[in-house]
C-alpha cells in the first residue's frame, strides 16, 4: 500500500469513528434529556383568583 492509500483508508476510519461516537453521544444525550424530564416536577396552573369584595 503506498502513502496515499493508507492515508485515505486511516482517514476514512477516522471518520467513520468519529461518526459513530458522534451518534452515541446524541442518543445517550437525548436518553438523559428524557429521563431528567420524566423524573422533573410536573407544572400545574396557578388556582384562578376568586374575587373577593373589598379587595383588589
Known sequence: ????TLRCTMEKWISTWLHRE???MTVLGNALANTAAAFSPRWEEPL???P???WR
Open 1 to 4: 500500500m503506498g502513502e496515499t
Open 52 to 54: 373577593t369584595r373589598g
Open 22 to 24: 458522534a451518534r452515541t
Open 48 to 50: 384562578p383568583r376568586i
